[in-house]
Every structure is written in C-alpha cells, then in structure tokens.
C-alpha cells in the first residue's frame, strides 16, 4: 500500500481505559466522542503522521454520578479543558506489523511524551468496496504526570484511585476518496 488519508469509522473503533479503584478493583470506561487523523501507510507506519482528538465530555464508566465527577473540576475540567490530544512525534517498527507510536499527549493544559504500542491489524475491502484497515493500541499514563491528583485516602491504608491509566484503542478506518 501506498501513503494515504484514513478517517476513523467510529461506530467500528473505540478508545477504553482501566484504573484501579481501592487498590483491590479495576473501573473501566470509554470515550466515546473523539476523531483522528491518519496520513500512513498502514503496512508501514513508520512514515505516517497520527493526530488523536478525544471529546472528554463524552466518558462513560457506566455510572451517571462518577461520570460527572470526572467531567468535573477536580479531573477533566470539561468546561475548561473539553480535549485531550495526542500527536504523533515518531514511529519505530518493532516486529512485522508491529510499532511503537511516539507523540505529545495534551491532558488538562499539561503536554507531555508518550508511548504506545500499536498493531497493525490488517487491510481489506468491505461489501461496498470501500478499502478497511484495523490497528489495535495500548499503553499507559500516570494521571498525576497531568497534574489530575484527586485522590482520597482509606483508612485501611491504600488510596481510592491509582495512578496509571491503561489504555486501549481500537481502530477501524476507511480509506478516503
């Protein structure tokens, strides 16, 4: 394949997270507003240029109270501060279809380097013939790193929320015309 524009199909991707919660659970959610900019050549990312745009007002922990509280002030500041960006800085090819996605994470008005490991999933055609790929992403942050340190601690010891932020991507895009 060769370098071309890919817009993400969103009803076909999502972008998922887990933390830990009392040091003994793990919390998932999802975001499900965001978009992105793909310039690549899928089966060679090493030259494309990623650009990521998460809604933060759209996050769903499955739980209307604790949704509004990461909306809040004391996390995400939506009012505010309604994005988180990503863009990509560099691409190292780390095994067959298989890279790591250097770029600067802007969180909370605190921009920061981060990694990503991303797999290429794969390349077709659907039923219309429109060209497909997949890619799969994961990796972590820590929330303090953006200066989000809500916090509270337990009398048994611990605190409520921890740190790191796993994250999970899935992508699914169309070639653009």
């Known amino acids: 394949m060769s370098k071309a524009k890919w817009v993400v199909d969103p009803s076909h991707s999502s972008v998922d997270f887990t933390i830990k919660h009392m040091m003994i659970a793990k919390v998932k959610g999802t975001f499900h507003n965001f978009e992105a900019e793909i310039d690549a050549d899928p089966t060679d990312l090493t030259t494309a240029d990623i650009s990521f745009s998460i809604d933060l007002a759209s996050v769903d922990t499955r739980n209307n109270d604790r949704d509004g509280h990461l909306r809040s002030a004391d996390f995400f500041d939506v009012e505010n501060k309604p994005k988180m960006t990503f ?4 691409i190292s090819k780390k095994g067959d279809g298989e890279y790591t996605v250097t770029g600067d ?17 794969g390349a077709g055609k659907d039923p219309w013939g429109n060209e497909k ?21 337990l009398e048994t010891g611990g605190v409520l929320i921890g740190d790191e ?13």
């Open 87 to 90: 863009k990509s800085t560099s």
């Open 133 to 153: 790929v997949g890619f799969s992403g994961n990796g972590a942050i820590k929330r303090s790193d953006y200066g989000l340190t809500y916090n509270a601690v």
């Open 165 to 177: 932020v796993k994250v999970s991507i899935e992508i699914e895009a169309s070639k653009q015309a």
């Open 105 to 121: 994470l802007n969180l909370n008005g605190v921009t920061r380097s981060e990694s990503f490991s991303v797999s290429f999933e």
